[in-house]
């Protein structure tokens, strides 16, 4: 193999060196330019992003801060209005709701003045606390009768009397308040004696008409009066009144109807929220509880809401105010801004405060600060001015906190490092901006669609390819056609051999006189003729397989009697093999009509096929011959006994020079032309050849001839 590489190199060197000359070297060198060129371009390319980018972090920083700084001037401009300088504050609820409320910026607002409890005028209703902060009290004529009704209340059970007492201390006192205290005792003795009917439309009287009345305690006759009107309802068995009433109670509870503190609001709201579980549960048949699941999921959503802004709050009373008033410059006589971020119980706090001017102008008088959602900023405020930034190429931008915790946007692990890094102003707000590339997108591979070297390159590479694939092709075909040519002497040179030696071996011994017997010379001679004859068919075989190479085979088609034809190839086969053992069986039909066939070259064909059926049957040599017809055909059948043909191979034994893996091992010499001048032959005369074979079993050949005559 290696001597035929070498052979079918050096046949093929001017074709190489061609290659080398006219496609390798000028690819190559074109190749290394362009590279460098598409490093400069890169280069280039990574400083115009990078500039991009960097432009693109500072717009993106300028659209956050312009935000918040507009929220700081607003509320400069607030910390100066007459109700915040005078603590009008139920004025300043009412400026806060024009200005800031709706600002979704703005998560929470406290009011800190100096020496007071801080207020929260968006989250409680300050101006209620104000407008009822006296007045708790009987007067003091009436505290014996209020004793005596406690005493029949509590002591002696009498419900009866204590509600007739009751009813004439309403008559006697003018304070609302009190006056709505002794209603709700006259409808706690009802519900008492059980007259819940009664008690019922006493509460719904207070909850009317005394909405910001409250118990001495602090709570509001309100609430406590809506909890015991659906207490009644629920032991009337009225359910769905029942349910109907806990759940407006739990809304107005979460809505912050009344100013509770965060203990009672925990109490109330977690006592509603199990007393309308326990109504779901309990199923009453008049109840189609689905209806208020829904609602109820929403509120139960609200409620863990206002228990994170209640501990929003109780973090910014506890911890960030005062951190707020150690960083209070006394000597400051106006609104001063400052930005203030902390992380406080897993929970960033980014605040925005101002002064409050005193009254004397000489101190401030406390703070005006608001809690800003970062929530908004991360989730409404950063992907429209994302989306609002300038830039020639697509980009990704993360937005993360200074401690690596991702805020906006993902890090992909295949990215690049980021073209930009970027911080606020006095980390306010304390993020990091890092913008990549977006996507699959590098420098190596931007714009390569629009770049003339990358293209010029992918030619070059794909010219080399075919070249280089061209060049092996042509040695693998070179270096097939000499195993093909040297297989073909070695079997022409077996195949001549063979019959010349026995021709001169037996040449030999009559003309040395040593053979006197006439018997025995006329075998000697026939053996010499029958060796010439094979040495003429093989002879004949080449010359004809080189003419059908060159496309001058010609045949001459005359009518002839297929089954004479076949029976006297048969004979004059079998004349040259007797001495092989030889058994043909004939089977020829007597209906076989005549047909314009070459004589000579279906002879060649039929003794070639005989030849073969002889030669691949080491032990069982015996052919049948069949000559029979059908409606449109002419059909010549050789059947042998030998080692047969795998059925991977059947399809390749036409072509030239091909010997089957079992013929090869059978040792039988042939320079594989054969079937190909049989084919051939056969297509010629406009017919086909079959062939159906088992291993070990045997093979059967079949001519196919069409029955027509031949166009004059």
């Not at 009987?138 to 002591?155: C, N, V």
């Not at 055909?633 to 795998?646: A, L």
Request: with cysteine.
């Amino acid at each position: 193999m290696l001597a035929n590489l070498k052979l079918a190199v050096k046949r093929q060197r001017k074709l190489i060196l061609i290659f080398f000359l006219t496609i390798f070297i000028p690819s190559i060198s074109l190749s290394v330019f362009g590279i460098r060129a598409i490093r400069n371009e890169r280069y280039h390319l990574a400083k115009q992003i990078e500039n991009e980018h960097r432009r693109a972090a500072q717009d993106l920083k300028s659209q956050i801060s312009s935000q918040l700084e507009e929220l700081g001037s607003l509320l400069e401009d607030l910390a100066q209005t007459d109700a915040l300088v005078q603590q009008d504050m139920s004025g300043v609820k009412d400026l806060l709701d024009d200005e800031i409320a709706r600002n979704s910026l703005v998560e929470q607002v406290f009011i800190a003045i100096n020496g007071q409890e801080p207020f929260f005028p968006l989250f409680q209703r300050v101006s209620y606390v104000l407008r009822t902060s006296s007045g708790l009290g009987p007067e003091a004529s009436l505290q014996e009768s209020l004793k005596r009704a406690h005493y029949y209340e509590f002591k002696e059970k009498n419900y009866k009397s204590a509600i007739s007492v009751y009813k004439g201390l309403i008559d006697r006192s003018k304070n609302i308040n009190f006056n709505a205290n002794m209603l709700a005792n006259v409808a706690r003795c009802l519900m008492k004696a059980g007259d819940y009917r009664e008690a019922i439309q006493i509460y719904k009287r207070i909850a009317g008409d005394f909405p910001e009345s409250f118990f001495s305690t602090g709570l509001p006759l309100a609430l406590i009066s809506r909890l015991q009107m659906a207490s009644g309802y629920r032991n009337l068995g009225e359910s769905q009144e029942a349910l109907n009433t806990y759940l407006d109670l739990y809304r107005d509870i979460l809505l912050m109807q009344w100013p509770l503190k965060e203990a009672q609001f925990k109490t109330y709201a977690s006592l509603v929220e199990e007393s309308i579980r326990d109504g779901f549960e309990e199923k009453q048949p008049e109840v189609q509880v689905e209806e208020y699941k829904k609602e109820y999921e929403q509120l139960k959503i609200l409620h863990r809401d206002k228990l994170d802004e209640w501990e929003v709050v109780e973090d910014i009373k506890k911890k960030i105010i005062p951190e707020l008033r150690s960083m209070q410059n006394p000597e400051a006589n106006r609104s001063s801004p400052i930005r203030y971020h902390e992380n406080l119980n897993s929970r960033d706090f980014l605040l925005w405060a101002v002064l409050i001017p005193g009254h004397s102008g000489d101190r401030p008088a406390g703070f005006l600060g608001v809690k800003i959602s970062e929530q908004y900023l991360i989730e409404e405020v950063m992907p429209a001015s994302i989306e609002k930034l300038p830039s020639n190429h697509s980009l990704d931008v993360v937005i993360s906190r200074l401690s690596g915790e991702i805020l906006l946007g993902e890090k992909k692990p295949s990215a690049e490092q980021a073209t930009t890094t970027a911080f606020f102003e006095d980390n306010f707000p304390p993020w990091r901006i890092e913008i990549f590339l977006s996507g699959e997108e590098t420098y190596g591979t931007l714009d390569l669609k629009r770049n003339f070297y990358f293209w010029t390159i992918i030619t070059l590479v794909l010219v080399l390819i075919s070249g280089a694939v061209l060049i092996s092709r042509t040695i693998a075909q070179e270096m097939a056609v000499l195993k093909l040519k040297a297989d073909f002497v070695s079997s022409v040179s077996h195949e001549f051999k063979s019959p010349l030696t026995s021709i001169k071996s037996l040449a030999e011994r009559l003309r040395d006189g040593k053979v006197k017997d006439a018997d025995r010379m006329n075998q000697y001679f026939s053996v010499i003729t029958q060796d010439a004859d094979r040495l003429t068919r093989l002879v004949k075989n080449i010359l004809d397989f080189s003419k059908i190479e060159e496309g001058k085979k010609e045949f001459e088609f005359v009518e002839a009697d297929i089954g004479k034809l076949v029976t006297q190839t048969i004979e004059d086969f079998q004349t040259e093999e007797i001495a092989k053992g030889l058994r043909i069986q004939t089977r020829i039909s007597e209906d076989i009509p005549h047909c314009e066939v070459d004589k000579d070259a279906l002879t060649q064909a039929l003794n070639n096929l005989l030849d073969n059926a002889l030669k691949f049957s080491p032990e069982r040599k015996e052919i049948e011959v069949t000559v029979r017809r059908d409606e449109t055909s002419v059909i010549i059948e050789v059947k042998d006994r030998g080692i047969g043909i795998p059925q991977n191979e059947q399809d390749r034994i036409f072509e030239k020079f091909y010997q089957g893996r079992n013929a090869v091992r059978q040792s039988s010499k042939g320079t594989g032309l054969g079937l190909t001048l049989v084919k051939h032959t056969v297509e010629a005369h406009k017919g086909r050849i079959e062939v159906e074979s088992q291993v070990g079993e045997g093979s059967s050949f079949s001519i196919i001839l069409p029955i027509r005559k031949r166009r004059k």
